[in-house]
């Protein structure tokens, strides 16, 4: 079997090549600009990048839970450890 007839070998080996030609250009850029704009920059352009191959791979959307109390989570991760230390199954959805 081949490695690279996996999708997720082909996007990995795709990413470790783009970051290393990015690296290059962000180090050209930073010399005119300061570090914080070229971040945003460059976090921009890879939400823009991934928000573009969803909408051409006709992704579906993503349903998020709602989000939990703080107070309710931290009951629950903590009677979690509990169950844990005494050998329960120690079952959660908080993180």
């Known amino acids: 079997m081949n490695a690279f007839s996996n999708t997720g070998v082909r996007a990995g080996i795709a990413a470790a090549l783009l970051f290393g030609a990015g690296t290059p250009v962000a180090k050209l850029l930073l010399d005119d600009i300061s570090p914080w704009?070229?971040?945003?920059?460059?976090?921009?352009?890879?939400?823009?990048?991934?928000g573009l191959y969803r909408v051409v791979r006709r992704a579906p959307?993503?349903?998020?839970?709602?989000?939990r109390n703080v107070m309710e989570c931290f009951h629950d991760?903590?009677?979690?450890?509990?169950?844990?230390?005494r050998g329960q199954d120690p079952g959660s959805d908080c993180l």
């Open 61 to 67: 959307r993503v349903r998020l839970r709602p989000a």
């Open 77 to 85: 991760e903590t009677v979690r450890l509990l169950r844990d230390r």
């Open 37 to 50: 704009l070229l971040a945003g920059i460059l976090y921009t352009g890879s939400g823009l990048g991934l």
